[in-house]
């Protein structure tokens, strides 16, 4: 296991913002984390689990006691057959995608669009598309996940429909589980049209500023054209800011801060409470 002290959380989150890491702990397998869990960090309330860092905002002036990095844990893909896998939570997104195209199979190519380990796309249910207008979330895939449970520091299987997995929600945000990993299942797919899925969505997102880092969706639910609104109003446009193109999409030019964020947040918050409009976050916060 690797411990970094005094880490810079900024360096590991995809907006490029946050705090310290007292104590940055990197198991390299399943039960060096268990035996970190067991005897190293006893008391798990002020415990935080980093994983590839995407749509997490972290208090750049707060130093946290003990986080645990997630990228090395368990980066296997099995292929069960029959379109049938096993996803290890440390496998890159776009990784598991390519060995499951390679197969033959696939389903959710447009997600290679994200910056993410595959145990941070079942915790936030990624997926494409709207609320009331979605292509596909990731949990129409799984049939379990494997976890540890942090409160008996044992590993257990969750069924698919124990997940309480909704847009962009899943059980596992109540912070009580870590992913481990997961069973899915995946159609037949040739090879040529996994491709052209995956060529037409980077095409789409290249027309969004991306700057030094971004969040490409920082509300699960919200109002476009209030959050555009929000948007008009901001005079500032250094630091974090809304892109031009997308009020949902925030950019980090490399000068901004959690506080910065936090305005713009808290803002496209007050302006839907006005108008009795639904919002909520989808970017996770470290205050």
Known sequence: MKIIKDYNLSKSTTFHIGGIAKNLYIPESTEELIVLLNNELTDNNHLYILGGGSNLLINDNKIFENVIDTKEIDKSINNLSDGKYYIGCSNRIQNVVNEINKDGYGGFEELVSLPALFGGIIYMNAGIGSKNKSLFTISDFIDEVKVIDLKTKKIK????????????????????????????????????????????????????????????????????KLLKLVSILSLNKNGVYQSKNNGNWLVNDGN????????????????????????????????
């Open 157 to 224: 299987w969750l069924k698919k429909e124990d997940c309480d997995f909704s847009h962009r929600q899943s059980i596992f945000q109540s912070n009580d589980y870590v992913i481990l990993g997961a069973n899915i299942r995946v159609n037949k797919q040739d090879i040529k049209k996994s491709k052209e899925r995956i060529r037409a969505r980077l095409e789409k997102t290249k027309k969004y500023e991306r700057g030094k880092g971004c969040f490409g969706s920082c509300f699960a639910e919200s109002n476009s």
């Open 256 to 287: 901004g801060t959690f506080v910065q964020t936090m305005k713009i947040i808290n803002k496209c918050k007050k302006i839907h409470k006005m108008f009795h409009k639904s919002i909520k976050c989808e970017v996770q916060i470290w205050e």
